[in-house]
């Protein structure tokens, strides 16, 4: 069974830093475009940053210089480093995964997974 598992959330002042963490386990062949987004009460879910299977990064202005994500493909892993948190930041944050995998028929084909989502908060 695939899983896309995030860990590293928590509670941390304004200013201070947090890594988050994905992994992706399962019967996988690769993994292709990876993330992290997140939501806060209220809001719409929102990009934070995505890595492509070639190392290429993408962030929105709101966490660019602070936040900074890299994958272990050995370990089908992913990080977000985040630094200088503003309680902006705060919200849950969910990993998701563009996996490429054998279907039970054992045609190879691409699907998206989401994670259960990590709780970061940032207090002032």
């Known amino acids: 069974q695939v899983q896309v598992v995030e860990s590293g959330g928590g509670l941390v002042q304004a200013g201070g830093s947090l890594r988050l963490s994905c992994a992706a386990s399962g019967r996988i062949f690769s993994i292709n475009r990876i993330g992290w987004y997140r939501q806060a009460p209220g809001k719409e879910r929102e990009l934070v940053a995505t890595i492509s299977s070639g190392g290429s990064t993408n962030y929105p202005d709101s966490v660019k210089g602070r936040f900074t994500i890299s994958r272990d493909n050995a370990k089908n892993t992913i990080y977000l480093q985040m630094n200088s948190l503003k309680p902006e930041d705060t919200a849950v944050y969910y990993c998701?995964?563009?996996?490429?995998?054998?279907?039970?028929?054992?045609?190879?084909?691409?699907?998206?997974?989401w994670g259960q989502g990590t709780q970061v908060t940032v207090s002032s």
């Open positions: 998701n995964a563009d996996l490429k995998l054998y279907s039970s028929d054992g045609v190879l084909m691409t699907r998206s997974y």
